[in-house]
């Protein structure tokens, strides 16, 4: 089987290929994944073990070059004895889907949000599919409604990597890395740099709590991701210096893995104000390495979070309320703890990496079985 993933960058989607491309049965599954443009995920996969086909790069406007690399794909199911192709997201859909078809082999699709009205989505909506995945209630919701056959499965979330990578660097080194305090509590965002996951809202609530708490330090992890919105992360380090916050605020970019599970488990609690949010795979992390989380009440965080049990949600687009809850949060360190106990628990049992893969592998068996039984 292979997956087929549009980008050569690690996103949030390709964080979760990755992890269940990590647990899959091998012994049932022989993964390869085929990329439709090059770069560094390549190299990620590879040390997974993982066999990579890199097709050559364009862009979806340009309709001969799709069709080029759908036949393309066509030729690896034939060559590579493909049974099954998993894409990866809602374009690549438009290359799994079809290149199935012409195949005569099976295609699962996951989902990652839903989509906008138009005649590209109604096109790739109307490509056969043998099971839809989707990433959270509002996506399962959205294509059961458009007639898919579809099943919740959640991004799976791997405790041991996560401690693994956590352990690799200490707070010393984190410390010295970034010119952080290591004298202060620090207090950390982890998304991509884009204006819809409000770390502007993050920064405007740190900078209502810090007269009260001096021994804060904000970290925003993450940078521009596909080019997208690449002006706001200048627009948040202005924004910064308009309230006050030099010294107390760093900006990391983007940076190894290892080390953002480091900054994650170093840290006091772990914010996240993004104002619209299917999962949150930042918030599961965190969890998952025993890190309380404040995050507004989108469609994934208000699952992932049980509100006075494992974290703090705020009515999304409340910055008042934001501040207000971290000033709480942090005003109460048994809490923290607790909560950070508590969460780890839940994360592990209902959103762990190795349950969401075995979710994954009866989809497979089952899409499988629906081809055999049409061919028969």
Same mark, same amino acid.
Request: aromatic share 6%; hydrophobic share 45%; glycine share 10%.
């Given at each position: 089987?292979a997956?087929?993933?549009?980008?050569?960058?690690?996103?949030?989607?390709?964080?979760?290929?990755?992890e269940?491309l990590?647990?899959?049965?091998?012994?049932?599954?022989r993964?390869?994944?085929?990329?439709?443009?090059?770069?560094?995920?390549?190299?990620?996969l590879?040390?997974?073990?993982v066999?990579?086909?890199?097709?050559?790069?364009?862009?979806?406007?340009?309709?001969?070059?799709?069709a080029?690399?759908?036949?393309?794909?066509?030729?690896l199911?034939?060559?590579?004895?493909?049974?099954?192709l998993?894409?990866?997201?809602?374009?690549?859909?438009a290359?799994?889907?079809?290149?199935a078809?012409?195949?005569?082999?099976?295609?699962?699709?996951t989902t990652?949000?839903?989509?906008?009205?138009?005649?590209?989505?109604?096109?790739?909506?109307?490509?056969?599919?043998?099971?839809?995945?989707?990433?959270?209630?509002?996506?399962?919701a959205?294509?059961?409604?458009?007639?898919?056959?579809?099943?919740l499965?959640?991004?799976?979330?791997?405790?041991?990597?996560?401690?693994?990578?956590?352990?690799?660097?200490?707070? &010393?080194?984190?410390?010295?890395?970034?010119? +952080?305090? !290591? @004298?202060?509590?620090?207090?950390? $965002?982890?998304?991509?740099? #884009?204006?819809?996951?409000?770390q502007?809202h993050?920064?405007?609530?740190?900078?209502?709590?810090?007269?009260?708490?001096?021994?804060?330090h904000?970290?925003v992890?993450?940078?521009?991701?596909?080019?997208?919105?690449?002006?706001y992360?200048?627009?948040l380090?202005?924004l910064?210096?308009?309230?006050?916050?030099?010294?107390?605020?760093?900006?990391?970019?983007?940076?190894?893995?290892?080390?953002?599970?480091?900054?994650?488990a170093?840290?006091?609690?772990?914010?996240?104000?993004?104002?619209?949010?299917?999962?949150?795979?930042?918030?599961?992390?965190a969890?998952?390495?025993?890190?309380?989380?404040?995050?507004? &009440?989108?469609?994934?965080?208000?699952v992932? +979070?049980? !509100? @006075?049990?494992?974290?703090?949600? $705020?009515?999304?687009?409340? #910055?008042?309320?934001l501040?207000?809850?971290?000033?709480?949060?942090l005003?109460?360190?048994?809490?923290?703890?607790?909560?950070?106990?508590?969460?780890?628990?839940?994360?592990?049992?209902?959103?762990g990496?190795?349950?969401?893969?075995?979710?994954?592998e009866?989809?497979?068996?089952?899409?499988?079985?629906?081809?055999g039984?049409?061919?028969?």
């Amino acid at each position: 089987m292979a997956w087929i993933s549009c980008v050569g960058e690690k996103g949030g989607a390709e964080t979760l290929m990755i992890e269940c491309l990590r647990v899959l049965d091998r012994s049932r599954f022989r993964p390869e994944v085929i990329q439709l443009r090059p770069g560094p995920l390549e190299t990620m996969l590879r040390d997974l073990d993982v066999t990579v086909h890199v097709l050559e790069m364009h862009r979806m406007r340009e309709v001969h070059r799709v069709a080029g690399a759908i036949l393309g794909i066509r030729r690896l199911v034939r060559d590579r004895h493909l049974r099954l192709l998993h894409s990866n997201g809602f374009r690549a859909h438009a290359y799994g889907g079809l290149a199935a078809a012409l195949s005569g082999v099976a295609e699962v699709w996951t989902t990652h949000t839903v989509e906008q009205p138009g005649w590209s989505t109604s096109a790739i909506l109307a490509i056969p599919t043998a099971q839809v995945l989707a990433n959270c209630p509002r996506t399962q919701a959205y294509f059961e409604g458009r007639g898919k056959p579809t099943s919740l499965v959640w991004p799976g979330v791997n405790r041991s990597v996560l401690e693994a990578a956590a352990a690799r660097t200490d707070r &010393a080194d984190l410390a010295n890395r970034y010119r +952080l305090d !290591p @004298g202060r509590r620090w207090v950390t $965002v982890g998304a991509r740099l #884009q204006r819809f996951k409000g770390q502007d809202h993050f920064l405007r609530a740190l900078a209502r709590v810090l007269p009260n708490r001096p021994d804060l330090h904000g970290i925003v992890v993450g940078g521009s991701l596909f080019d997208l919105e690449s002006a706001y992360q200048r627009e948040l380090r202005e924004l910064a210096q308009e309230l006050g916050l030099e010294g107390r605020v760093t900006f990391t970019g983007f940076i190894p893995d290892a080390d953002v599970a480091g900054l994650l488990a170093a840290s006091t609690l772990v914010v996240h104000p993004a104002l619209e949010e299917d999962f949150g795979l930042t918030v599961a992390e965190a969890q998952m390495l025993g890190i309380p989380v404040v995050a507004y &009440a989108t469609v994934g965080p208000a699952v992932i +979070l049980l !509100p @006075g049990e494992t974290g703090w949600l $705020v009515p999304v687009g409340d #910055q008042s309320g934001l501040a207000a809850t971290l000033d709480e949060a942090l005003g109460s360190p048994q809490r923290l703890r607790e909560f950070g106990a508590c969460g780890r628990e839940r994360v592990e049992r209902l959103f762990g990496a190795a349950s969401q893969a075995r979710r994954t592998e009866e989809i497979y068996e089952a899409a499988l079985g629906s081809v055999g039984s049409r061919s028969s």
